[in-house]
Nanobody, 117 residues
C-alpha cells in the first residue's frame, strides 16, 4: 500500500505563493508518474501538473507560467510551487501516484488552498 501525505496548503492573498509537498511511502516513487490535481466546489477534479520518472512535465493551461512541479527521488517527495495565485486557484489539491508497471493509482487525502481576492 502506498501512502501519500500532502502538506503546504493554506490561505493566501491573490498574487501570493505557496509550495505544496507530497511524500510517498514505499519504494516505487522513483519509477512513478507523480501528479497534482485539484477539485473546486461543484467542479470535477482536474489535472494541474504531473511529472514522469524521466522528469517530463505537463501543465494545465490555466497554470502554465505560474506553477512548477518538481520531484526529489531521494526524499520520495514531489513539490508544486505555486506563484501569482488567483482566487480561481482555490480548491482542494490532491497528490497522485501512477505506475502502470506496478498497477498503482494512489491518492493523498488532499490539502486545501484558498486564495483571497
Amino acid at each position: 500500500q502506498v501512502q501519500l501525505v500532502e502538506s503546504g496548503g493554506g490561505l493566501v492573498q491573490a498574487g501570493g505563493s505557496l509550495r505544496l509537498s507530497c511524500t510517498a511511502s514505499g519504494s516505487i516513487f522513483a519509477i512513478a508518474t507523480m501528479g497534482w490535481y485539484r477539485q473546486a466546489p461543484g467542479k470535477q477534479r482536474e489535472l494541474v501538473a504531473d511529472i514522469t520518472s524521466h522528469d517530463s512535465t505537463r501543465y494545465a493551461d490555466s497554470v502554465k507560467g505560474r506553477f512548477t512541479i518538481s520531484r526529489d527521488n531521494a526524499k520520495n517527495t514531489v513539490y508544486l510551487q505555486m506563484n501569482s495565485l488567483k482566487p480561481e486557484d482555490t480548491a482542494v489539491y490532491y497528490c497522485n501516484l501512477k505506475s502502470a508497471t506496478w498497477f498503482r493509482d494512489d491518492w493523498g487525502q488532499g490539502t486545501q488552498v484558498t486564495v483571497s481576492s
